[in-house]
């Protein structure tokens, strides 16, 4: 069996194995589950996608509940101009202003630790809107990242830039980033992709760009969005259906996806 072959036998038996976990949640359907499989319309406006980054440099640790970005979105965004990144700039010119701007607002413990998760979200805020403010508009952001989209190596390039550009952005939260943003051709190797992915023999390790290639591949040799294939994996993993408060969690099936995917792949070997 070659590499595209397996690729495509896993992905079938995951479309079939998360259908399966859909349909044993009465509150789950296929529409909802094709939701999620679908990649977000993308923003209209560069302060939109400046706080689409904002909210990526939280999904990291436990910053998110330490900044309870959702919580107090309404003092944000007004501490932060309505996320518009020229704004942010005028107004804070270096990330200790606006880090003494959150601490004037929000109670902030070990404010003095270079590690402080307000200090490193103010430093990401800096340099992301610093960058999000070099295009002019949306259009012009949009025509950027489309130039990246030759191949596998060039779809790498762009996340290692942006972690290179946005201080607190890793390869994997550029991915997170980017795919969020509406951009179907970058998915996310979190730790649930890494897993099954070298586990099943699909990467050769569980390194970031190596997993991340590896899914790029993957989506071509079944002909989905890297966003699709990402999404399918992630919710076997993470049992996160997301769109709604309403919607459950169906749990962490990663470990039962392998042994069976293994049995069936070892079952082919013979064959």
């Not at 107090?72 to 804070?92: A, C, D, M, Q, V």
């Not at 413990?109 to 999000?132: C, M, V, Y």
Request: aromatic share 14%.
């Amino acid at each position: 069996m070659n590499r595209n072959e397996r690729y495509r036998l896993v992905y079938g038996y995951a479309e079939q194995f998360l259908r399966k976990i859909v349909a044993e949640h009465p509150e789950l359907n296929e529409k909802i589950l094709e939701e999620h499989l679908t990649v977000r319309q993308k923003f209209n406006h560069l302060f939109e996608l400046n706080k689409r980054l904002m909210e990526s440099l939280l999904n990291k640790g436990g910053a998110r509940n330490i900044i309870k970005f959702d919580e107090r979105e309404k003092e944000l965004t007004e501490i932060l101009y309505g996320f518009e990144p020229k704004k942010i700039l005028e107004h804070y010119p270096s990330s200790e202003q606006l880090f003494e701007r959150f601490g004037s607002t929000f109670e902030i413990n070990n404010a003095d630790s270079p590690l402080n998760t307000w200090k490193q979200f103010s430093k990401g805020i800096i340099s992301g809107s610093r960058f999000i403010s070099s295009f002019v508009d949306i259009n012009e952001f949009d025509s950027f990242v489309n130039n990246f989209s030759f191949n596998k190596y060039t779809k790498a390039a762009l996340p290692m830039l942006l972690s290179k550009e946005i201080n607190g952005f890793g390869f994997a939260l550029a991915c997170d980033f980017l795919k969020d943003s509406g951009y179907k051709n970058y998915p996310k190797p979190d730790r649930h992709l890494k897993k099954i992915f070298y586990q099943l023999g699909l990467s050769d390790s569980e390194e970031d760009y190596e997993v991340y290639k590896s899914i790029i591949e993957m989506s071509e040799a079944v002909e989905k969005d890297a966003y699709t294939v990402d999404k399918t994996f992630y919710l076997i993993g993470s049992g996160n259906f997301n769109l709604s408060e309403n919607l459950p969690n169906t749990g962490n099936n990663e470990d039962k996806f392998i042994k069976e995917m293994k049995a069936r792949l070892g079952q082919q070997d013979e064959n």
